[in-house]
Structures are given as structure tokens and as C-alpha cells.
């Protein structure tokens, strides 16, 4: 484990604590400060699901129009008129809560994330 090295928010750049809470990506790719950092970094908000699917179409979803999309954690239909999410995969959530259940663990501290990329290698 290499805790000599320093670690930082992939979202605000700062300087993050070895003994200090921290937020993660899954797989822990990313490491945030806040949840707010990590919704800044993660989330696209769009003013109506059908805004959401023409930017699905776009990104090679052909049928994402004719569909109906559940949010991705809590599975509530979702309504054309209603805003909703979007992370960087491109599940779609009714809240920028969902989003946060869905994608991302809370780790104590960053010395906990670190001992477990060690441990298992992520």
C-alpha cells in the first residue's frame, strides 16, 4: 500500500486526509471529498426524460424514444416531463440520491480505500 503518495478530490482537487472520510467510484477509480464533489464530477441533469432519451439516442441507444426507463437504483417509472440524471454509463435516475446509491460507496476514510486496493486490488 502506498500511503507516502498523496491523494486528492477528482473533483475539486483537494488535498485528501490518510485518516479522513472519502467517497468512491465503484472499484474505486475516483476518490471525493463530499458527496457534492462526487455528484459534480459524476451527474448530467436533464430538464425532462425525453431530453434524456433524444441524448440516448444520440449516443447509439436506437430505441431509447419508444422505451420506457426506469431510474437505475430505486426502479420508479419515470415520466417524459420530469427531470432526471444521468451518470457517466448512462443509467438514467430520478435523483441525484439514486445516482449516488447506485454508483458510489462511502469508505470511512481514505486509509480504508487504500488497504483495500491493496488487499484485493481495486
Known sequence: MNIEKEYYCDNCGKKLELYGQVYTHIGNEQLFC??????NYECSAFRTLDEAKKYLV?????????????????????????PVFKDLDDYIYCSPECLLLYSYSYKETLNDVLTEIDKYGI
Open 34 to 39: 463530499s458527496p457534492t464533489c462526487l455528484v
Open 58 to 82: 444520440q449516443r447509439g441507444y436506437k430505441n431509447a424514444m419508444n422505451e420506457k426507463i426506469p431510474c437505475t437504483e430505486c426502479e420508479k417509472e419515470l415520466k417524459a416531463n420530469q
